[in-house]
């Protein structure tokens, strides 16, 4: 039995030549496109893009929108939140504790 016998650069060279050779006898076998089917191909790719930029632009308003409500949701638990007290106001609540307990005492 015979052993591997490892390939030369000549070798080499020529199988890929053979494969490149190969390859554009299937690229000129291939036939051409029909310009009608080229136009029709062309339209279907700009319709399919026309129809995703408006998909985006849908999600687009859509995300602004959400966005925009979450910000008046937010607006509006801010405003129905109680304000804090001033010193003033504190001060004369407690007065008015005291002088009730003081009338109480009487």
């Not at 591997?4 to 076998?29: F, H, M, N, V, W």
Request: proline share 4%; no cysteine; charged share 50%.
């Amino acid at each position: 039995m015979k052993g591997y016998k490892q390939p030369g650069i000549e070798d080499r060279l020529a199988a890929a030549k053979r494969a490149k050779a190969e390859a554009l006898e299937k690229l000129r076998s291939k036939p051409q496109v029909d310009e009608a089917e080229l136009a029709a191909r062309i339209e279907r790719e700009r319709a399919r893009e026309a129809a995703a930029a408006e998909k985006r632009e849908a999600a687009k308003k859509a995300k602004e929108e959400a966005l925009a409500a979450k910000q008046k949701a937010r607006e509006e638990a801010e405003a129905s939140k109680p304000k804090p007290k001033t010193a003033e106001e504190l001060k004369a609540a407690r007065d008015a504790r005291y002088a009730a307990r003081k009338a109480r005492k009487k």
